[in-house]
């Protein structure tokens, strides 16, 4: 009997808590509404809201060019005066070059260094979008190359500074080292035996000297963020794991080298999650190759089964290809490379049966990573003609990401804003966004979720209290459910915002 009344008792008081927490939901929604007039209020707003995850950032994009600028100077690096750019030293004048310090006092320069590392002040007569926005990568790439933990910091800390904590990051240590083996082995039809070839105590050599940069550029952003003193950075705070970034315009024997190499890093790291292609999908290359880096990554990674696979795909609109290459890149990604992301799929629609594709993505849960400003910035593709909407209706899931955000002058508040702005959401469809960066991040472990309902031992527990014993059981045993159960904390945190009546 007693143990009936304290049942009733604990299951009366989960309720009244569920209540409150749909009480406060309701209100942060209703809020939300009212000020969708107001731009700085709603990115005042998006600016607080926990965003769950950022699955789709490149590290090297993600830095704002005031920092590589900085780091320039500090690490006495030249600046480049015609097509500005860093590079790195002998500073040469006769060359064009002379040394950063220069940035320091030569404002024009200064500026014009900025535009030309980023989209900022871009203007199409110029250039195009995508030419200028791929092309900011080699002018970056110096600085970049002395400065991976710092870079971690920097945007580690911005993500904690937007409520954000789980970070999945592309980023190469190792690879222009692992394409030179690929390019030593050669190429053979016989992929078994290629595979033989590259395994080498070179490779080993490389994947743990990979490991030990990875060691070293978190100490670094540790001691940046100043993590583990009283005065840390809430960047501290942010799970940070690795994508291999696998650079895909290269011969294909180094291709297989790098996706190798990917598969090793992600066996002897847990830090690294998972894998990706980059670099324009409409590179030559790219373009020849992309059926045979598909199967590649599927023969390298047991069709995504024994490594997870995300992979750039569909960033590519009529008219930046032949209409050929438009007819197959995501559906080959997804059935032959065994992708559980698609990075990008503008180009859904120009797909082979594009309503069965993304049937059997519902079907098969594929996310696809929606990166607004940037698919305007490379493809112009916005608005109505985006196909995020479309993604929505037919059942595949998606989330909100960056891409390369120091490029694009943007933060993941700013691509909130922007597709709540332009789509009309409200404030649950942001949520579930953000809670499908955790659902459907590389973290190992059983999920919280299922079927759009908490489920398991943690079902009936309130995220603004202590976890049950049992619940905590569970969270112990799942990174996946640890970094949902934080998210669902900082929802309860949020939602209790004294928000002024709308
Ligand atoms: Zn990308």
Known sequence: MLRRIVFAAALALALAGATGAYADQARTAQYFDAIAASPPLRTAFLRAMPKGGELHVHLTGAIYAENYIRWAVEDGLCVQRAAPALVAPPCDPAQGTEPAAILDTDRALRNAVIDSLSMRNHSDTRDSGHDHFFATFGKFNAPARLRFGDMIAEYAARLAAENTFYLEVMASPGMNEARALGAQAGWSEDWDALRTRLLTPAMDNLVTLTRKAVDDAEARKNAILRCGTPQADAGCKVTVRYLAQVIRTFPREQVFAEILFATLQIKSDPRVVGLNLVAPEDDPISL??????????????????????????????????????????????VELAGAKRIGHGTGIAWEDDAAGLMTQMAQRNVLVEINPTSSEQILGVKGKDHPFPVYRRMGVPVMLSTDDPGVSRIDLSHEYQRIARDYGLGYRDLKTLARNALEYAFTPGASLWAGGQRVGPCAADSPAGTPSAACRAFLDGSEKAREQWRLEAAFARFEATPWPAP
Request: hydrophobic share 45%; net charge neutral.
């Open 288 to 333: 020849r190759d992309y059926t045979a880096q598909m199967r590649m990554v599927g023969f390298l990674t047991d069709t995504g089964r024994a490594s997870n696979v995300a992979l750039h795909a569909g960033e590519v609109v009529m008219g930046l290809v032949p209409p050929e290459d438009l007819r197959f890149h995501i559906r080959q990604a």
